[in-house]
């Protein structure tokens, strides 16, 4: 039973995170879109709300509630694995993911009503942090080690500094482009 709940665990824990990149990425371009002329801002804007509302709702918000409570299932059955300094690690992470994912949920709703805080290299920059949220779980859950902390630490300023570098030289290159 344990390998079924674990299975789609993970098949869930996939789709969440697309739900999440795609969804940031989504941001992006409807940010974008506000500094196009009317009508296409309108259009793009209406649309954008559309995508992004059934994105959340059909795909990333059920993902999100299928990791968790196999998740959950997982402990349940396995009530070991809170034992391991390592499971408490990953499982700040994932909190922290579920406030990024909450965070994300303000957006769509700050968006629809025309409420755009965030430029498109923030959002850029916020999508990277999805994705060092991912390293880190992944990372925990293989390895099974909060021993080397220090080096994931380590690893994952780094991934965040080359992440980081990538968005400033993409905006570098969009400027260019667009001269």
């Given at each position: 039973?344990?390998?079924?709940?674990?299975?789609?665990?993970?098949?869930?824990?996939?789709?969440?995170?697309?739900?999440?990149?795609?969804?940031?990425?989504?941001?992006?371009?409807?940010?974008?879109?506000?500094?196009?002329?009317?009508?296409?801002?309108?259009?793009?804007?209406?649309?954008f709300e559309i995508?992004?509302?059934?994105?959340?709702?059909?795909?990333?918000?059920?993902?999100?509630?299928?990791?968790?409570?196999?998740?959950?299932?997982?402990?349940?059955?396995?009530?070991?694995?809170?034992?391991?300094?390592?499971?408490h690690i990953k499982?700040?992470?994932?909190?922290?993911?579920?406030?990024?994912?909450?965070?994300?949920?303000?957006?769509?709703?700050?968006?629809?009503?025309?409420?755009?805080?965030?430029?498109?290299?923030?959002?850029?920059?916020?999508?990277?942090?999805?994705?060092?949220?991912?390293?880190?779980?992944?990372?925990?859950?293989?390895?099974?080690?909060?021993?080397?902390?220090?080096?994931?630490?380590?690893?994952?300023?780094?991934?965040?500094?080359?992440?980081?570098?990538?968005?400033?030289?993409?905006?570098?290159?969009r400027m260019k482009?667009?001269?």
């Amino acid at each position: 039973m344990y390998d079924y709940v674990k299975a789609i665990h993970i098949i869930f824990v996939v789709c969440w995170m697309a739900g999440l990149f795609y969804s940031v990425r989504l941001f992006i371009y409807h940010t974008e879109a506000q500094d196009k002329p009317e009508p296409d801002r309108r259009i793009l804007s209406e649309q954008f709300e559309i995508i992004e509302r059934k994105l959340w709702y059909i795909i990333a918000v059920p993902s999100m509630i299928i990791t968790i409570a196999a998740g959950v299932t997982m402990l349940i059955l396995r009530p070991v694995w809170l034992h391991f300094g390592w499971m408490h690690i990953k499982l700040t992470f994932v909190v922290l993911l579920g406030i990024y994912h909450h965070i994300c949920q303000n957006k769509i709703k700050q968006m629809s009503k025309g409420v755009f805080k965030w430029t498109s290299i923030q959002l850029r920059l916020w999508n990277e942090l999805a994705t060092l949220f991912l390293f880190a779980i992944v990372f925990l859950v293989v390895l099974k080690s909060a021993l080397n902390w220090i080096f994931g630490v380590v690893g994952l300023v780094a991934l965040a500094v080359i992440l980081m570098i990538a968005v400033k030289i993409y905006k570098r290159f969009r400027m260019k482009n667009k001269e």
